[in-house]
């Protein structure tokens, strides 16, 4: 097991100083192994979220086509061929507190905007379908050089999705309005991403 | 393109009586081309619903877990070996009216009770987390051999499931009892399982 700092980077346990020094690795330095990846970031809160029974939230199974299938004798069903298929809806969804949650998690390398692209069309229209029959639905925004997460509601990254085949054409959402619109969300140890309490105030503001 | 009867059998055009008797397969006999598989009418359903803006409902994609992948160029990646999971969820979930629903379909060819084999601990478990969040949470039950839809609520799944554990050791819900708890949903063309009628009868009496 891996012991992390609350900022992600790994405690390393010092050895004997008259040992010989470890050469440090140049896969240790890369970006990857920084921090846990946002899905795995995700993942762990939600599964806190379950245990310690606040919110009954679940990442959808990846969308798989399956084409061949081979059924051997006393064992398990084996897929031979099968092929991603692109989701129909976003990739987390379930309750809290009675209400419907939905969202899709994001990220991207640049240091100044979070481009359009990282979303679908569909995903925009099934985020939009479930705002209008009442859901609570964001995204969580991932900067990985800048190391920064934020929550945008649904209808805010409407606006500039909308935008793009409108009248700025800009194709991606500038940080400084995330900024603005957004929460941004400081990584803790459990929950990783405390995105709740943003939702509490929303509920608040709801009822 | 089969045209049916709204119980589901399907409508033959009689030809030309002065012609050759066709004879009737074995196979258009058989049990599956009697009307359409119970998934595909929940299917049929939700998209039913979601093509008419009443719920935002969809099944989840089957889980998998992806042991190989290859990547051949110019082409879609390709699994070359996967297994089936068991889904940790049930099947399908949304929004209806800002509520969160969540549901399992399951059948049988018994003709006088349910047997709970069909689901599993984790299934109950997660539906018991979802109810106890607020979500309406129920199983839409299909007795294959005599065309029979229930709605069940899963507080009312949940008393025979735990009993089975305890005195009653009955490990099959008696279909009397679902007649008398559940509601019976009948086929119609569009949408073949219409279930929101129920929903809306138990939000009324939450509000």
């Given at each position: 097991m891996v012991i992390r700092y609350p900022n992600g980077q790994p405690y390393h346990i010092h050895s004997d100083k008259t040992g010989p020094k470890k050469q440090v690795s140049k896969k240790s330095l890369t970006h990857k192994n920084r921090g846990m990846r946002l899905e795995d970031e995700i993942n762990q809160s939600i599964k806190y979220y379950r245990q310690t029974n606040q919110a009954i939230l679940h990442k959808k199974p990846t969308p798989v086509q399956i084409?061949?299938?081979?059924?051997?004798?006393?064992?398990?069903?084996?897929?031979?061929?099968?092929?991603?298929?692109?989701?129909?809806?976003?990739?987390?969804?379930g309750v809290y507190k009675g209400y419907y949650i939905d969202f899709e998690a994001k990220e991207t390398r640049n240091k100044t905007s979070f481009p359009l692209k990282n979303f679908h069309q569909h995903q925009i229209d099934h985020m939009k379908e479930c705002v209008e029959h009442g859901g609570i639905v964001f995204v969580l925004l991932y900067f990985s050089r800048l190391q920064k997460h934020y929550y945008l509601a649904a209808?805010?990254?409407f606006i500039f999705w909308d935008n793009q085949f409108k009248e700025s054409k800009k194709k991606s959402i500038p940080l400084s309005e995330i900024e603005k619109m957004g929460v941004e969300i400081h990584i803790e140890i459990s929950p990783r991403l405390p995105f709740l309490p943003i939702i509490d105030k929303i509920i608040q503001n709801k009822d």
């Open positions: 084409v061949n299938v081979d059924y051997p004798k006393r064992s398990a069903a084996k897929i031979t061929e099968a092929y991603f298929r692109r989701a129909s809806t976003t990739d987390y969804n209808k805010d990254l």
